[in-house]
Every structure is written in structure tokens, then in C-alpha cells.
């Protein structure tokens, strides 16, 4: 069963290094991001990963999108990524917005669902943005809750749905919960919006013309 951390500004250090102990030894937590709650694991550990698709129920043909904690981690794990990927991220990251690009060959090609493609993006909540940063390394960002269920808002919603699997659930308080991010494959020819979300597609149509 889950332990239940909540986290404030008393017990942030304390919360952040339980994690990324945990993380870093091949474990999933989930924590709140800007849009929902995720379930964070060490991106580059297969290990890692394959738990991530159990604990969701995930089928191997659905990839697994990443969370970065800058435009550089970003730009390493893409391989050779078109200027629109710098031109959209320097004006909505950080934020709701992930971006479907080549990955480069640091991540596991199970990772990609044997795509090749995988999906970048830099949240903008601090506690995530901290997880990745501490972890030195970008970190699962698929939304914690078991495939085709509604994804989570709240710590509580977490424990609900696969509090039984995971060993930690960072309670941060309620997520934004509106809106999962704007998914957009950058590999497609044209440039095509997969999954509407924070980001509308009219902010995105100068881009994209």
C-alpha cells in the first residue's frame, strides 16, 4: 500500500530526496504535476519502465511520454529535432505541451513502444520540475491512473486507483485538473495536433501555418 507524503514547504527537501531515493532504485511515485497527478520513474532504467506500463495495465503499443526539467535535457533526448521544436518550446514550456519528436538513442526504444518517437515535455509545477532536476535524468510523465480510467486530480483519486501498487504518492495538493497537455507530433508531415489539451489549438495555428 502507498505511503501518503504530504507536501508542503516544511517538508519539501525531506519529500524530494524520499523520492528520487525511491526513483533512482527503480521504483514508481506519483506526484502532481501542472496538469494531473503522474507516475514518475527513471526514464532510462527498462526495468523502471516496464513497471510503469504494469502499474497502469499500459499495453506495450502505447508510448510513454517524458518530463524534462530543461531545454537542454530536452534537446538530448531528441535526436537532431526540427526548429519548430526550440520555437515552440521557448514559448510554451514551461508548460502543457508535449512534443512528439525522433528520440535519440538514451531512451529505450520500450519507452517509444517501438516507435522510434517519443514525447518531450517541461512541466511547469515545481515539485515535478524538482523530482527531475534531482534525479539528474528525465523521469516517466504518464498520468497515474490505470489505462482508460480518468486520470487523477488529487492525491486521494491516486490512492484509489493504484495506491495498492505503488510504494509512494506525493500529495501535493489538487492539480489544475482541467485539461491533460496538447499533444503534437512534430515527425508528421504536416505538423499534426494528436490530443487537444492546456494548450489551444489556436495559440499553436501561427506555428503551424
Known amino acids: 500500500m502507498a ?7 516544511s517538508r519539501f527537501e ?10 533512482l532504485s527503480g521504483k ?3 506526484f502532481p504535476t501542472d496538469t494531473f497527478y503522474g507516475l514518475g520513474a527513471d526514464a532510462l532504467n527498462l526495468a523502471a519502465v516496464n513497471e510503469v506500463f504494469r502499474i497502469k495495465r499500459r499495453s506495450s503499443d502505447r508510448p510513454l511520454p517524458l518530463l524534462v526539467a530543461s531545454l537542454d535535457q530536452a534537446a538530448e533526448l531528441a535526436s537532431d529535432p526540427p526548429p ?3 520555437k515552440l518550446a521557448e514559448k510554451f514550456w514551461p508548460g502543457p505541451l508535449t512534443m512528439v519528436v525522433r528520440a535519440s538513442s538514451k531512451v529505450p526504444l520500450k519507452v517509444t513502444a517501438n516507435t522510434g518517437k517519443v514525447g518531450l515535455r517541461w512541466p511547469r509545477a515545481p515539485l515535478a520540475v524538482a523530482l527531475v532536476a534531482a534525479a539528474d535524468r528525465p523521469l516517466t510523465g504518464t498520468s497515474a ?12 483519486e491516486v490512492e484509489k486507483q493504484v495506491g495498492d501498487v505503488l510504494p509512494l504518492i506525493l500529495d501535493g495538493g489538487a492539480t489544475e485538473g482541467l485539461a491533460a497537455s496538447t499533444v503534437i507530433d512534430l515527425e508528421s508531415d504536416p505538423v499534426r495536433i494528436l490530443r487537444p489539451g ?6 499553436l495555428k501561427e506555428f503551424l501555418s
Open 3 to 9: 505511503e501518503l507524503l504530504k507536501v508542503d514547504a
Open 14 to 23: 525531506f519529500a524530494l530526496d524520499y523520492a528520487v531515493r525511491l526513483i
Open 84 to 86: 519548430l521544436f526550440f
Open 145 to 156: 491512473n490505470l489505462s482508460e480510467r480518468p486520470a487523477c486530480a488529487t492525491a486521494a
Open 28 to 30: 514508481v511515485v506519483a
Open 198 to 203: 492546456g494548450i489551444p489549438e489556436s495559440a
